[in-house]
């Protein structure tokens, strides 16, 4: 699009006009100004106009409105016999687009424009780096230096001198400060734009092993979700009942997961000043301080409870028949609230630990599927074959590559040191006991809580309901998955523990982000697809200004129509693409 350019001269003080465009020099690699049409001395033009900008700005007005009508036809002279220079690299990425509007809309520009002028003395724009390391975060996962290198593929970030890797350095110490911020930021404008619903808390943990040998502050050895030796780092995530992320903690590999979510439901509640939450979590976090903790402080849990693992009065209950309401050949359910007896932690005055049985009213709702039950069979099959397998050679194996067979062999354990197995006795074999035991409760869950379907609470948390909550939990998990196999957060790049904690929260927003262009796109595609379709908005330098699109799809027509984006024309202009990025920043 030509625009009036005034081209003010310091030494004579004078004002020239002309009209001008702008187009992408293919050769220098960098944008260029062509002068269409002088206009003359701003000084000698007021003797002739009464206003010769407004003048000259409509004569520029008429010329574009003139050339929209012509190039709607545009003829592209090509050279069959051009020859691409050498490490020629034209292709750009336009998905990120989406990544960019959200980014802006969820207010992170300026949050971090801001804090940057106010906390640091940094020079570069740390809300652009930021920017970068998202896009390239859920585009192209890799190290810093790797999204520093390849940015150029961006048309925010085609300039290197914009900023430099030290610089980027340099901003994640500083976001390692400001990570319970930016979550509020976030919960914040999450609430404003889409609303949220703070009752129900989904939370779990996992963890993210380093390739290292040596332990600092806050890699440290821990139990892996990957069965790994080598020292983690930990995450305890909660989430909405949309699968939105709201919050997160990162601590030491060596850390008890179960002491912390009380601390995470209690912050949210402070932080967002939201009524009774209920917490949904996995058997890890049913433990006495938990549950008494939660129920005290007048907040809600639903919690799987193991039944193998439970007393003798509960398995009695589990099995037996009385009470049970089938539904349909293949499922049953019951229910009841009991009074138990749990052990808590309290201090004394002087701050000393010390335990006491206390007493809770809880409810219990177990149900039986044959679905559950065939999948049981089928995952215990697997390890009474490692079992086998370990009794006729047990020098093949050690306790790290037992994987719970172990369970089922009598007369052997395992060096506490090493991790071999020895056989106690010269009769090793398998334990039809502790398998029989097993068996009786395949099929069979139970879920514990002390939201109670009574009072205010009458008809809206029956059994069903409750069990459906908790099966909420699946979205936490597949958000675990997206995190370590979508956008890749590990391995992780860097070694201090600012940038380890600056990597996970761009993560986070990563995360965040993701799941909104689900939401957008009414979760119709996962993120997978969305994250392949965005890489795949991509176009190539034809002449000049003009840009080649060659992909679309329904999954492209989707986000257009959620993000109000034209993801339809098979070419578009730099000066089009600049426009088109420029407003969904606004």
């Known amino acids: 699009m030509a625009y009036l ?64 009508n012509e190039e709607s036809e545009h003829i592209i002279t090509i050279d069959l016999n051009e020859e691409l220079e050498p490490n020629t690299s034209d292709r750009k990425n336009y998905g990120y ?139 305890g995530l909660a989430m ?64 799987s409870q193991s039944i193998r693992g439970g007393s003798k009065e509960l398995k009695d209950y589990v099995t037996d028949e009385a009470e049970y309401v089938w539904y349909g050949d293949e499922y049953k359910k019951k229910s009841r609230i009991v009074r138990r007896d749990i052990k808590v932690d309290f201090k004394d005055k002087n701050g000393r630990e010390y335990k006491k049985t206390v007493q809770i009213d809880q409810r219990q709702i177990v149900f039986y599927s044959q679905k559950y039950a065939v999948r049981a069979k089928a995952k215990r099959e697997t390890t009474l074959k490692k079992a086998t397998a370990i009794i006729n050679n047990p020098a093949a194996y050690t306790r ?42 395949d099929g069979y869950y139970m879920i514990v809580s002390n939201v109670f379907d009574e009072g205010e609470n009458k008809g809206y948390y029956d059994d069903f309901k409750i069990i459906d909550l908790y099966r909420g939990l699946w979205k936490i998990e597949e958000t675990f998955k997206v995190s370590k196999s979508d956008i890749k957060s590990r391995p992780v790049f860097v070694s201090r523990e600012d940038r380890i904690k600056a990597h996970f929260l761009t993560c986070f927003i990563s995360l965040v982000i993701l799941r909104l262009i689900q939401k957008a796109t009414d979760y119709k595609h996962t993120v997978e697809v969305l994250v392949e379709t965005m890489n795949n908005i991509s176009c190539s330098l034809e002449e000049q200004n003009y840009y080649h699109f060659d992909y679309r799809d329904e999954v492209t027509d989707d986000l257009g129509t959620a993000f109000d984006i034209d993801f339809k024309k098979r070419r578009l202009t730099r000066k089009d693409i600049k426009a088109n990025i420029g407003k969904v920043k606004k």
């Open 240 to 303: 909405d009942s949309e699968g939105i992320p709201i919050s997160y903690d990162i601590f030491p590999g060596n850390e008890s997961e179960k002491l912390r979510l009380r601390p995470m439901v209690f912050e949210l509640r402070s932080k967002f000043n939201s009524g009774r939450i209920i917490a949904i979590a996995d058997a890890a976090q049913n433990t006495g301080n938990n549950v008494y903790y939660l129920d005290q402080g007048k907040q809600g849990y639903i919690f």
């Open 400 to 441: 790290e590559t037992s994987h719970g067979a172990l369970r089922y062999i009598k007369n052997i354990i395992s060096d506490s040191k090493t991790g071999e197995l020895i056989e106690t006795h010269d009769n090793v074999y398998l334990d039809l006991d502790v398998l029989a035991e097993d068996e009786k409760y």
């Open 97 to 235: 687009i989406v990544i960019v509007k959200l980014f802006h809309e969820l207010g992170l520009d300026r949050f971090l424009t801001n804090r940057r002028v106010r906390n640091t003395k940094i020079e570069c724009n740390t809300s652009t780096v930021m920017k970068m390391l998202v896009v390239s975060r859920i585009l192209k996962p890799g190290s810093k230096k790797a999204a520093y290198e390849g940015m150029g593929r961006y048309f925010d970030f085609e300039k290197k001198d914009i900023f430099s890797l030290d610089d980027v350095y340099r901003s994640l110490s500083h976001f390692a400060t400001l990570d319970k911020d930016i979550q509020t930021q976030l919960h914040k404008r999450i609430s404003e734009k889409y609303g949220r619903n703070m009752d129900l808390i989904y939370y779990d943990v996992t963890n993210y092993y380093f390739e290292i040998d040596e332990e600092d502050k806050i890699r440290r050895k821990g139990v892996s979700k990957e069965n790994r030796k080598s020292p983690i780092v930990q995450m």
């Open 5 to 68: 350019k005034k081209s003010h001269n310091k030494k004579t003080g004078r004002t020239y006009l002309n009209m001008a465009d702008g187009y992408w020099d293919k050769e220098k690699g960098h944008s260029r100004t062509v002068t269409l049409k002088k206009f003359g001395y701003l000084d000698e033009l007021e003797k002739i106009y009464d206003d010769p900008l407004a003048h000259f700005k409509g004569v520029v007005d008429e010329y574009n409105a003139i050339k929209r």
